[in-house]
C-alpha cells in the first residue's frame, strides 16, 4: 500500500472513531435502577421519555435491577457509577436512591420515593433537596393509615388486621404510623413480612391468610412483580384487602387507594427532562402527589359477601360491576 493511502486510511479510521466516539458522548446515558424488573414500569418510561423527543438514539437508556433483593442495591449503584459515563439515574424505591446516593454526590438522581426524602437523608429540604437528589416522595406511611381507615368503614367488625411488606417497603419505611392507626380503630394488627419473593406463595397461602379479616399492602416494587401471583392467592384466600394502586384493582384485586402513579410517573420523567436540559437536581424541588385514586371492584366485594357502605362506593374513582 502506498505511504499516502496508508496515511489517508489510518486519518479516516481515527477520525471515524474519534467521531463515534463524540457523538456518543453527546447523548445523554439515562440508568433505571430499581429492586426487581417490572416490564410494564419499564415500557412506561420508555413511552414517556419518547413522548418528550428521548428515543432510541437520542438516549442511551438503560434498566438495572437487584433481581427481588435490595441487599444488592448498593453493590449495583456502585457498578453502574463506575461502569461508564451517566447523566442521570432514575431510581425507583427509597432503597435504590440511597444506594445511588451512597454511590455518587455528582451524577443526578431522580428517584420515585415511598417515604420522606428529608428524613430518609437524601434531601435538605423538599423546596431545595440542596443535593444530587430530587424526584416524587409519596410519603407513603400517610396513604397506607388510610387504607387501614377504609378497612374500618367497610369492616366495622373485624379484629385483625394483616399488612403486607417485602424487605423493600419494611427496610425504607417506618410502619409504626400504621400499627398506631389500626390499633385506635380497634384493630389486633401483624406485620405479614416477605423477606425473599420465592416465598410470597407460602406466606401469603390462604390457609395462613385466613388467620386475618383484612388485609392492607402498602406500595412495594417486589409485591407489584409479582401481582397476578399476590392478587390470585389472596382472592383465593377470601379476605378483602386494599392495595396501594388501581392496577391491582384492574387484575382482579378487591380495592385500591393511594396517589395515582401514572401522574407520578409523568412527572418524574419531566424532572428527567429539565436535568437533561441543565437543571441542577438540588435546585428542583421534591414533589408531593396531587392526585389520589379508590379504586373499588364490586365483583370481588360480592363474591367475598361485603355490603359496602354507600359513601365509600360514592367516593370511588372508579367502580367495576
Known amino acids: 500500500m502506498r505511504r499516502r493511502a496508508f496515511i489517508g486510511l489510518m486519518t479516516g479510521a481515527i477520525g471515524g472513531s474519534l467521531i463515534a466516539r463524540a457523538q456518543q458522548s453527546s447523548t445523554p446515558r439515562i440508568v433505571h435502577l430499581g429492586p426487581v424488573k417490572i416490564p410494564a414500569q419499564m415500557a412506561a418510561t420508555k413511552r ?41 439515574i432514575i431510581a425507583i424505591s427509597t432503597p435504590a436512591a440511597l444506594a445511588a446516593y451512597k454511590a455518587t454526590r455528582t451524577i443526578p438522581i431522580v428517584t420515585l420515593a415511598a417515604v420522606d426524602p428529608v428524613a430518609s437523608g437524601l434531601a435538605d ?48 419505611q417506618s410502619l409504626t404510623p400504621v400499627l398506631e392507626a389500626g ?24 390457609d395462613n391468610l385466613a388467620r386475618f379479616d383484612g388485609l392492607v399492602f ?3 416494587v417486589v409485591l407489584s412483580a409479582h401481582l397476578a401471583e399476590v392478587v390470585k392467592l389472596v382472592n383465593l384466600s377470601m379476605r378483602p384487602a386494599i392495595f396501594a394502586s388501581p392496577d391491582w ?44 385514586d379508590l379504586r373499588i371492584n364490586l365483583r370481588i366485594a360480592k363474591a367475598l359477601g361485603l355490603d359496602l357502605p354507600a359513601t365509600v362506593v360514592a367516593r370511588a374513582d372508579e367502580v367495576i360491576e
Do not use: C, H, W
Open 48 to 88: 414517556l421519555l419518547a413522548e418528550l423527543g428521548y428515543v432510541e438514539g437520542r438516549i442511551r437508556l438503560e434498566f438495572r435491577d437487584a433481581a427481588g433483593d435490595p441487599d444488592a442495591l448498593p453493590a449495583l449503584a456502585q457498578e453502574i457509577v463506575r461502569d461508564d459515563r451517566v447523566d442521570v
Open 125 to 172: 429540604s423538599l423546596a431545595r433537596p440542596g443535593g444530587n437528589v430530587t424526584g416524587i416522595a409519596i410519603f407513603s406511611e400517610e396513604t397506607t393509615v388510610k387504607r387501614v381507615e377504609l378497612l374500618r368503614e367497610i369492616l366495622p367488625q373485624a379484629v385483625r388486621l394483616g399488612t403486607v411488606t417485602t424487605k423493600v417497603s419494611r427496610g425504607a
Open 183 to 206: 390499633r385506635k380503630l380497634g384493630f389486633e394488627v401483624e406485620a405479614i413480612n416477605i423477606d425473599d419473593p420465592a416465598s410470597i406463595g407460602t406466606i401469603l397461602s390462604p
Open 218 to 220: 402498602v406500595p412495594d
Open 249 to 292: 384493582v384492574a387484575n382482579g384485586a378487591f380495592m385500591s387507594f393511594g396517589p395515582d402513579f401514572a401522574d407520578a410517573g409523568r412527572r418524574l420523567i419531566a424532572q428527567v427532562d429539565r436535568i437533561l436540559r441543565g437543571a441542577k437536581p438540588g435546585d428542583l424541588p421534591f414533589e408531593r402527589p396531587t392526585k389520589f
